[in-house]
């Protein structure tokens, strides 16, 4: 006779009522779903409506943008890119800073030059597209720097982790038999600045984590510099002033050839200092093959720091700036402001002093000046004159072959009677005639004879006279004063100093089993096992795990280390 099974009765029953319930389930279901496509149909409202996958929304596209922004990717392209933008600023001159070759480029190549300055190539610093560039990079950096800080201090905080249980497939692996204890070992260990916690029969030590601390300060230290960039930009200022020798100037708007201030800027903002340029002197290779090529230039000034403030000497040098409270005033060009007396129609001294003149040949200095006599009588003047530093004839021509003064002439290229048009409103260069007056204005002289020292040219048709009374330098200063310049040089020394530890540190573990410590006497060998790896690639941890092992084992020079690679 077969097994009956008591409980076999009661699981037929169960089962169908089961199935029923199931049945039953799928059925309402069913008819959910169905009443549902009924609800949408054309019973429904007498249209079928299509079922589209939804969009990501606003929302989505605003998170996708900031993680796509804030991605380690998007801030190196972001980083070549401002590097890549800087480039112009050292190709183009920049007004600013070399105003008087941004103005040749103009006559050199003015059409060339009007699509440059559409571009803002000679003002590259101040583009939108430069700034649109920083802006995005700072962001950039900020979404990158701030997350990572925050797993890094969470990292640090954490202990190490408990050591594997086969440490034999560690890349670093070493055995010995020595009487060493976990506490024994963690204190060798902490001896050898590694982070240690034990546990039941081993020890776990970690190092290194100052490689993460110095990518993490290099981020944040380029934060700061362009941080300081920007404070610079808002509260500092920058002008361009030409002094001729003998002059003064006096740090106050009105003083400035061309000034430039942060949106934080204001008048009472600019330090109240003032100077006079005694003396300048630039020197020159004589002889050789680099004659006339320069050694050093120096301006001699007189410097107040504040009105009434006891008057010092100091010499200006090029990359010598002058440091008054923080604004600087750098040295950056120079030339030569000849020295003329005009006598007009009538018999009355009309002009009398320096004419700062452009240096059209960097070699050698030859330069052309501009001089406007607008209260000449019967009628105003306008003078073309080039100033050779030292010359000598070539054919029928009149050349310089030094750029220092040895024999220094006057040649008069042009001299014009009439109106200037300084009267309409129109600004006008000094440096130049303008042009659309002088197709008015009645030609004197055309290309007179070179002019010595003390000689003079009488104009034709009673019009007066040009002499030519000396030589005086001009210098070009920049005066710059940017608040944002310590706190940039502070970032730059972070910087360096968080990539050297990115470069040089490596992170590293170490973990240590001591087998059969419990219940053996003090003093009695037992077996230790120690593995290592380090968690960055390119290093050699071979030789430090060595020196690891015999710290551990003291008694063994070379305790035969494994490498398991």
């Known amino acids: 006779m077969g097994h009956i099974d008591p ?30 496509v009924a609800a949408s149909g054309p019973e429904a409202g007498g249209k079928n409506k299509e079922r589209r996958p939804l969009g990501i ?9 900031w993680r796509t922004l804030t991605s380690m990717r998007t801030a190196l392209i972001l980083l070549f890119l401002f ?33 440059l300055d559409r571009f803002w190539l000679f003002d590259v610093f101040r583009a939108p597209w430069f700034a649109a560039i920083y802006l995005l990079l700072f962001l950039s950096l900020i979404g990158c720097v701030l ?14 982790p408990a050591a594997p249980r086969n440490l034999g497939r560690l890349p670093q692996h070493a055995s010995f038999e020595a009487p060493l204890t976990v506490e ?70 009105a003083a400035y050839d061309r000034y430039m201030p942060g949106q934080q800027v204001n008048a009472e903002s600019l330090e109240p200092f003032s100077f006079t340029v005694e003396d300048f ?42 440091n008054v409270n923080g604004t600087q005033s750098y040295l950056i060009d120079h030339g030569y402001a000849p020295t003329f007396r005009i006598v007009d129609g009538k018999g009355q001294v009309a002009f009398d002093g ?5 240096v059209v040949q960097p070699a050698n200095f030859t330069s052309e000046c501009v001089i406007k006599v607008p209260d000449a009588q019967p009628e105003q003047l306008g003078i073309l004159i080039g100033f050779l530093p030292t010359t000598v004839p070539v054919g029928s021509e009149w050349v310089s072959v030094f750029p220092g003064a040895a024999n220094p002439t006057a040649q008069v290229y042009g001299a014009f009677a ?86 040089t540190v490596r992170r590293r573990r170490v973990w240590v089993r001591v087998h059969g410590e419990a219940g053996q006497p003090e003093g009695e060998s037992r077996r230790v096992e120690v593995g290592g790896l380090t968690r960055t690639e390119g290093g050699d941890f071979g030789e430090e795990f060595t020196e690891i092992v015999s710290a551990l084992n003291p008694g063994i020079p070379n305790p035969g280390v494994k490498d398991a690679r």
């Not at 001159?93 to 006559?107: H, I, L, M, T």
């Not at 320096?354 to 452009?358: G, I, T």
């Open 418 to 503: 009439g109106d200037l048009g300084l009267k309409d409103g129109r600004p006008q260069s000094v440096y130049e005639l303008d042009p659309d007056s002088l197709k008015k204005m009645k030609p004197l002289v055309m290309k007179a004879d070179p002019l010595a020292v003390n000689e003079k040219l009488a104009l034709p048709d009673g019009m007066g006279s040009i002499e030519f009374t000396g030589v005086r330098e001009w210098i070009a200063l920049q005066i710059t004063h940017d608040p944002g310049r310590m706190p940039a040089f502070v970032a730059s020394v972070l910087a360096v100093a968080g990539l050297v530890l990115t470069l």
């Open 354 to 358: 320096p004419v700062p003149c452009l």
């Open 184 to 253: 024994e070992a963690a204190a060798r260990l902490r001896a050898k600045r590694f982070r240690v916690t034990t546990g039941p029969g081993w020890v776990a030590a970690e190092k290194g984590y100052l490689r993460e601390t110095g990518n993490l300060l290099f981020h944040v230290a380029l934060l700061g510099l362009l941080l300081a960039v920007g404070i610079g930009t808002l509260y500092g200022y920058r002008g361009n002033v030409l002094v001729v020798e003998g002059e003064g100037f006096a740090n106050t708007v």
């Open 281 to 322: 002197q630039a020197s020159y290779i004589a002889k050789g093959e680099k004659t006339g090529q320069p050694l050093d230039f120096e301006a001699r000034l007189k410097v107040e720091d504040a009105p009434g403030a006891p008057v010092r000497d100091y010499v200006l040098k090029v990359n010598e700036p002058l």
């Open 7 to 36: 409980g076999a009765g009661e699981r037929a029953v169960a089962e169908p009522q089961t199935r029923t319930q199931t049945e039953t389930q799928t059925e309402t279901q069913t008819e959910a779903q169905t009443e549902t």
């Open 147 to 160: 997350p990572r800080t925050m797993t890094h201090l969470r990292e640090a905080r954490r202990k190490p």
């Open 57 to 65: 929304g606003f929302v989505g596209w605003a998170r996708w943008f």
């Open 83 to 115: 590097a890549l933008a800087s480039i112009p600023g050292s190709i183009w001159p920049q007004r600013g800073v070399s105003d008087a070759k941004v103005f040749q480029y103009f006559e050199d190549s003015p059409r060339l030059a009007e699509w």
